[in-house]
C-alpha cells in the first residue's frame, strides 16, 4: 500500500549539490516507528546506506557521507529531500528511498522506490 517514489535531476555537475525528493503515499512519514531511508547503489557495487529520517524526525547519517549529507522533510506535503553537497564523479549511482521498519532482532527495508539514476559529470 506504501509507494515512494524518487525525483531530481538526473544529471548533476561535480563541486554542486544534489538533491531528491522522495514523494511517500498511503503511509505517513510521521506515523511510529518508521523510518525513511536513502540507499544507493554505484556501477557495480552493492547498495550504500546513506543515511535516514525517523518518524520523529531525527536523522542519522553513513559516517562516511555525514559532513556532506543532510535529509530533511515536509511533513505536509509527506515527502522528504536528500541533499548531497560537493559532488564528484563517484556519487554516480542509483539513488533509491525506502522506508526502514523495525523487526526482532533488527529491521527490514520493507516498502523501495524504483529508485532513479543520478550521474555526476561536467
Known amino acids: 500500500q506504501v509507494q515512494l517514489q524518487e525525483s531530481g535531476p538526473g544529471l548533476v555537475k561535480p563541486s554542486q549539490t544534489l538533491s531528491l525528493t522522495c514523494f511517500v503515499s498511503?503511509?505517513?512519514?510521521?506515523?511510529?516507528?518508521?523510518?525513511w531511508s536513502w540507499i544507493r547503489q554505484p556501477p557495480g557495487k552493492g547498495l550504500e546506506w546513506m543515511g535516514s529520517?525517523?518518524?520523529?524526525?531525527?536523522?542519522a547519517y553513513s559516517p562516511s557521507l555525514e559532513s556532506r549529507t543532510s535529509i530533511s522533510r515536509d511533513t505536509s506535503k509527506n515527502q522528504f529531500t536528500l541533499h548531497v553537497s560537493s559532488v564528484t564523479p563517484e556519487d554516480t549511482a542509483v539513488y533509491y528511498c525506502a522506508r526502514m521498519s523495525l523487526i526482532w532482532g533488527g529491521y527490514e527495508y520493507d516498502s523501495w522506490g524504483q529508485g532513479t539514476q543520478v550521474t555526476v559529470s561536467s
Open positions: 529520517i525517523a518518524y520523529s524526525g531525527s536523522t
Open positions: 498511503g503511509g505517513s512519514i510521521t506515523t511510529k516507528d518508521y523510518y
